[in-house]
């Protein structure tokens, strides 16, 4: 019966930890980042060196739940990537990426080798462990105080916080195993990466392609759309690491596939890898704090914050500095990718596996990767939001969306239902514009259902339904929020949006921020591109307002039917010119 007793409070622990993930979310959008720190004083506290007295020294298991659990945070990062967004930014985050790793690895080994005694493979391994970001912490803090980055900024965090996971694990890895097993050639450690990364690649395209082509021609149950992406997604980082490649690389890029084709249930599936990447980055830590010693990281503790101080003070904005020169950033972006720097659950990952493989002071790396987390979620993820604002960064954004229903329509996967409630100040409410391929399908008012003819127009209170395609649903947000009009143009609302000739400029200026010289507000596009050209517009014709360039799309008898809206690109300069430009904004700034 004692047997049975351990079982069931096995169970209600566990239960426990399901039931404060699910609540984490309400007290993460308060405090941010750091939540995750309280979880991790659980595991501690419920250790054998805290209170509640509970032995834990499984570092497989351990090691086998960070796995899953990273896993599933490098698949979600995926799915919310879009392709766009990674052509736009490739070469400064892949820099960064891979160069920004080696680099703040090499400069944070001093310090070890100072204080801790360590040759130079040791000293490499402890700031391999620390080298890599968790930049999805960062966009929730951002979220989280109504911030939001400057558009190019924050891709390439974004995207540099996918790709540089798996060179912190491959170069943790491999200093692993010239710890254990004596050095390796450089014609070995080159031929691993191109294995790890050909494998990863083909696996990961291979991999979010067969998802795409389940979820699309296989007729799940209702409801398992969700679990079935997020397991294979697991399924493809245990197929690439099992067949030794970057299993982190392949879940990514899969992600990235099956968040970029049009799939079934696309809205859901984002819904459920919220709460699973949440609950698996809380089982993480607490196992994690569950294989802490207090006494232990105490003896560590000097040595581990003279690490984290170089590695946020020096080696991070070196690596940053010195990987973005060649690619136009000012001295503010810069610095701010560099304090956004935010260490987290790939570092304490990375720590466990010297302890998993049984290395001579194995607890060493252990206890500086924990300590170093520890400080980077409380002095970063703390400030990132007034660093945002410091260095306008970031603007502010009031936290006034209202939640999107999203609809899955069985037998056509192009579009899906999308539900809003009417605010009072809502564009829509106040301009009755909508973008052409959005359609008002039903209208909800006083608890009865009506089709857009019975509802003679939408009021304040109504709840409204609209036919969308699924990679432009999120955009219509802004349109159903009680929100100000935009001081400067939204990337959001720019890009693949098109609007009508006969729409006014008042009305563009109002919903997308863009400005218009003159009296020109009661003009309406189509006007307003013969008035600027001079001449009938053609398919093609672009001109330039301010940030914004207007595309003239469909043109009938010299007039613009549709035009496209997307943020200008600046024109190509010399590479002296931009090396100049470079140094004149450093000098600026």
């Given amino acids: ?216 021609n296989v007729s799940l149950p209702q409801g398992l759309h969700a679990p079935f992406v997020a397991t294979a997604g697991v399924v493809v980082f245990a197929l690439s690491q099992a067949a030794n490649g970057s299993g982190f690389l392949a879940v990514y890029l899969a992600g990235m596939i099956v968040g970029n084709r049009t799939a079934r249930a696309h809205g859901t599936i984002l819904a459920f890898m919220d709460a699973a990447t949440w609950l698996g980055q809380i089982a993480m830590f607490v196992l994690l704090g569950l294989l802490s010693w207090p006494e232990r990281l105490l003896q560590h503790l000097l040595p581990g914050l003279a690490v984290a101080l170089v590695l946020m003070l020096v080696a991070r904005p070196v690596a940053v500095f010195v990987s973005l020169l060649p690619f136009g950033f000012t001295f503010r972006e810069r610095l701010f990718i560099s304090w956004v720097g935010l260490r987290g659950a790939v570092g304490v990952f990375l720590a466990s596996i010297p302890l998993l493989v049984g290395l001579p002071n194995a607890h060493v790396y252990f206890d500086i990767g924990f300590v170093v987390v520890i400080v980077s979620l409380l002095i970063q993820g703390w400030t990132v939001p007034f660093a945002a604002r410091r260095l306008r960064i970031a603007k502010r954004r009031p936290d006034t969306f209202h939640p999107r229903v999203e609809l899955d329509l069985p037998g056509q996967r192009a579009q899906e239902l999308v539900g809003y409630p009417v605010a009072p100040g809502s564009p829509f409410l106040r301009r009755g514009f909508m973008p052409p391929w959005a359609k008002l399908t039903l209208v909800i008012r006083d608890e009865r259902v009506l089709t857009p003819e019975e509802a003679r127009g939408i009021h304040e209170g109504d709840h409204v339904y609209l036919l969308a395609p699924q990679d432009k649903a999120q955009a219509l947000d802004r349109f159903f929020a009680d929100l100000p009009p935009p001081s400067s143009p939204d990337p959001r609302l720019l890009g693949d949006f098109f609007v009508t000739g006969d729409v006014t400029l008042s009305a563009l200026a109002e919903i997308y921020g863009i400005s218009f010289e003159g009296d020109q507000s009661m003009m309406t596009l189509s006007d307003y591109f013969v008035r600027r050209l001079g001449r009938a517009p053609q398919a093609g014709t672009t001109i330039r307002v301010g940030e914004v360039a207007l595309v003239a799309h469909r043109v009938k008898d010299g007039r613009v039917v549709t035009a496209g809206l997307q943020l200008a690109e600046e024109e190509a300069a010399p590479w002296w010119k931009r090396i100049w430009m470079t140094l004149r904004r450093m000098l600026s700034d």
């Fill in 1 to 216: 019966m004692q047997a049975l007793d351990t079982i069931s409070i096995i169970i209600l622990l566990g239960a426990l930890l399901v039931l404060a993930g699910i609540l984490s979310s309400l007290v993460a959008l308060r405090f941010g980042a750091p939540l995750l720190l309280v979880f991790l004083l659980v595991g501690m506290l419920a250790g054998e060196s805290g209170p509640g007295g509970i032995r834990f020294d499984d570092v497989r298991l351990a090691y086998m739940v960070g796995s899953v659990a990273l896993a599933l945070i490098l698949f979600d990062g995926g799915l919310r990537t879009k392709f766009a967004t990674f052509r736009s930014v490739i070469w400064p985050a892949g820099t960064l990426a891979t160069f920004g790793v080696l680099i703040t690895a090499t400069l944070t080994a001093p310090v070890a080798i100072y204080l801790l005694n360590m040759s130079w493979t040791e000293a490499l391994l402890v700031g391999a462990v620390v080298a890599s970001t968790d930049a999805a912490a960062v966009f929730f803090l951002m979220h989280s105080r109504g911030l939001r980055l400057r558009p190019r900024v924050g891709a390439t965090i974004e995207v540099e916080s996918g790709t540089n996971d798996p060179i912190a694990i491959f170069l943790t890895i491999i200093l692993v195993e010239i710890l254990m097993a004596g050095p390796k050639s450089w014609d070995d450690i080159a031929l691993l990466l191109v294995q790890q990364a050909v494998i990863g690649l083909l696996l990961g395209v291979i991999g979010g392609r067969t998802i795409v082509g389940v979820l699309n």
